[in-house]
């Protein structure tokens, strides 16, 4: 990969310019053990790795499947290769942009579980109002059958006021005489009461069913406000993120302009990294690059970001995997 500048060749090791060499031979020493000190196999993203170039390349010397060794060691030329097309500036600046899009990224993701809170809480609500409607409907019709058994109460209770009344001026007439219609009336006193008392108890299960079913009703209620509340506190959260996502995209494209970093210097970089991208059923290397040539340079450089996670890992894992076998 050909990447350079007027003053900065592309033949200096960025990694040695930023450890101090500055061109001149006796510093190339001094700058080469600060190097050795920690000699990281990625730049940026969130998974710059402290393990050193050789002590990786040593563990992988030891493999026993040469096709594994070949594939790994392709992957650290190729981001060594990387590194060393660039300028010590630019290589600074693509770190920075890197850092930045992973902050993008983590924002990204909390925009998107704040988006899925709030379709969970959106199908609460609506189970919710289902409820509260059918609930306002329950307690309406729990309403009428207690104003029948109200009416009930009263008739009943008028009716047998009515037949006290006939009993008493029977029985002043004389009980021996009106024996026979007194028992009648106090059979007749005798049904009402018990009808009055069913009644009574009817009304009253009602009456506690409407107090229950209130309270069911308020406690849906105030569930609907505290979901509506924490719908539109995560869309003013999003809100933020959006805007706090945008002044990063900002920052990545001053980034990279101050390092004169243009887009085809960013999709040369895609086109090196994905020879050795691990492939992955849903980002094939080919839809990689399609990307990278449609994408605005800060989508770019979450391209990047994420292939170099990708190969981050695969070396890691493999690495991890020869360590036990050492042990």
């Known amino acids: 990969m050909e990447v350079t500048t007027a003053r900065n060749p592309v033949s200096l090791d960025p990694n040695l310019l930023k450890a101090g060499y500055n061109g001149i031979d006796d510093t190339k020493v001094a700058a080469e053990a600060k ?65 930045l899009s992973d902050s993008v990224k983590s ?11 709030i379709t969970d809480d959106e199908a609460k609500l609506k189970i919710l109002q289902t409820q509260t409607e059918s609930l306002e409907r329950q307690i309406e019709n729990l309403r009428e059958i207690q104003a029948d058994y109200n009416k009930n109460i009263e008739k009943l209770t ?45 009304k009253n299960a009602v009456e506690k069913k409407i107090s229950d079913e209130t309270a069911s009703l308020n406690s849906a209620q105030a569930k609907i406000t505290e979901l509506n509340t924490a719908i539109e506190g995560a869309k003013a959260e999003i809100t933020e993120k959006m805007n706090a996502i945008g ?70 894992d493999e690495v991890a995997q020869r360590r036990e076998q050492m042990v």
């Open 35 to 99: 190097q050795a000190e920690a000699a990281p196999i990625l730049f940026g993203s969130n998974v710059l790795v402290s393990y050193g170039i050789t002590d990786v390349e040593a563990l992988l010397a030891q493999m026993k499947n040469e096709n594994t060794e070949t594939r790994m060691s392709m992957k650290l030329k190729t981001l060594s290769s990387i590194a060393q097309g660039l300028t010590s500036q630019q290589l600074a600046a693509l770190e920075k942009s890197l850092a």
């Open 247 to 316: 002044s990063l995209n900002n920052e990545i494209s001053a980034v990279l302009t101050s390092a004169s970093i243009d887009k085809n210097t960013l999709k040369t970089i895609v086109e090196e990294l994905v020879k050795v991208v691990p492939e992955k059923k849903e980002d094939s290397a080919h839809e990689l690059e399609k990307k990278a040539e449609k994408a605005e340079a800060t989508d770019v450089v979450r391209i990047i970001r994420d292939a170099m996670d990708d190969i981050a890992v695969d070396i890691l």
């Open 107 to 117: 924002l990204e993701k909390a925009v998107n579980d704040l988006k899925q809170t």
């Open 158 to 202: 008028k009716d047998k006021a009515a037949l006290d009344d006939k009993l008493a001026k029977l029985e002043a007439e004389g009980k021996a005489e009106n024996a026979e219609a007194i028992a009648a009336l106090k059979s007749e006193i005798a049904g009402i009461e018990k009808s009055i008392a069913a009644n009574v108890d009817g």
